[in-house]
C-alpha cells in the first residue's frame, strides 16, 4: 500500500499529461501530494523530510507554472528536488557527523560509518545528476520527452540505483548480535 502511496501522484501526473496537457497534470500533481501527506498522517505513518520538501517543491513551482502558464518551472521541479535532496544528505553528514540515511535506516540496516559515508556520497551524487539530466532534458527534448523521461527515467534510475544500494549494504552488512558476543 506504502508503494502505491508513494508514486500514485506521479502516475496521475503522467495519465492527465495524456488526458488533457502539462497544466491539467500540474494541479493534479499538486493535489496528490497533499492527499498522499494526508493518507500518510491517517495510516500514521513517519512522514520523512524527503516528503515535506517534495511538497513544498510541487506546490511552489506547480503554483507558479499554472499562475504563469508557464511549463519550464514545472520541469524544474525536478530538479530543485533532487539538489535539495542532496543538499540534505551533506548537510547532515557534514553539520551532524552522521549521514540522514544512517539516522533512517540504521535500525534495521547495521554497516559500519565509513560505508553509511560512501552510501550517502553516493546518493548526492546521483541526485546532482539526474537534476543535470533533467534540466538538460527540459531544455532541449520536446515535452513529450521530458514527461517521460520524468515518470520513467528518473524511477527506472532511481530503483537501479537502490539496487545497487541495497547490494553495497549487503556487502558491508554486520551482524549487531555477533559485533556485541565479540566485544564481551
Partial sequence: MLFVLEYLPIALFFIFYLLGDIFL???VLMLGTVLQLMALKFMREVIT????IILCVVLIFGTVTLLLRDEWFIKLKVSVIYVAIALLLLIGLWWKKRSPLQHFLGEEINL????????TYAWVIFSLALAAVNLYIAEYWSLDAWVNFKV???LG???VFTIFTGAYMFKHHTDREKDAEELE
Avoid at 559500519?112 to 552510501?119: E, H, N, Q, V, Y
Fill in 152 to 154: 520513467f527515467g528518473t
Fill in 112 to 119: 559500519p560509518d565509513f560505508a553509511w559515508r560512501r552510501l
Fill in 25 to 27: 497534470a500540474t494541479g
Fill in 157 to 159: 534510475a532511481t530503483l
Fill in 49 to 52: 523530510p524527503r516528503h515535506w
